[in-house]
């Protein structure tokens, strides 16, 4: 029983990490939570991104229009080198005028330090306009 709280303790905490890096735009905390030849992929066709510079290059990119962001969670699964989880966000993207919703999974794997290898996701997104008006429907 400790052990599987132990494993769920440290996703948990990198989770929650990961979370306050994005909610608090800040490009630097998400890079400290990988390894230095860590793979990031964003989406199954998405580039992927090797090592700590070009997450943290894509970070600051993709954040740098998001206010308001929330981002929450849910532990699928966990075992000592990594996890399977389902995660949500929501922002505002200025520049677009949009509200996004975002809604995926997180394939994680982890180092003996506890820093990530290898995070793949699948995500879906939902916009709508930041003035509350309807988009033309289809």
Known sequence: MTYIRLVWGSLTE??????????????DAA???FAEDALYQWGPFGRK??????????WAEATESQENVEFGYEVLSASQRGGLVRWWSAYDELG???HV???????????????????????NSDEAPLDGTQPPSV
Do not use: H, M, Q
Not at 49 to 58: C, H, K, M, S, V
């Open 101 to 123: 919703r975002n809604e995926g999974v997180f394939r994680l794997t982890f180092d003996d330090e506890g820093l990530c290898k290898s995070l793949e996701e699948w995500f």
């Open 96 to 98: 677009r005028e949009i």
């Open 49 to 58: 991104l090797r090592g700590r510079p070009l997450i943290r290059e894509a």
């Open 31 to 33: 890079a400290e939570l």
């Open 14 to 27: 990198w989770l929650d990490d990961y979370g306050r890096a994005w909610t608090e735009r800040d490009p």
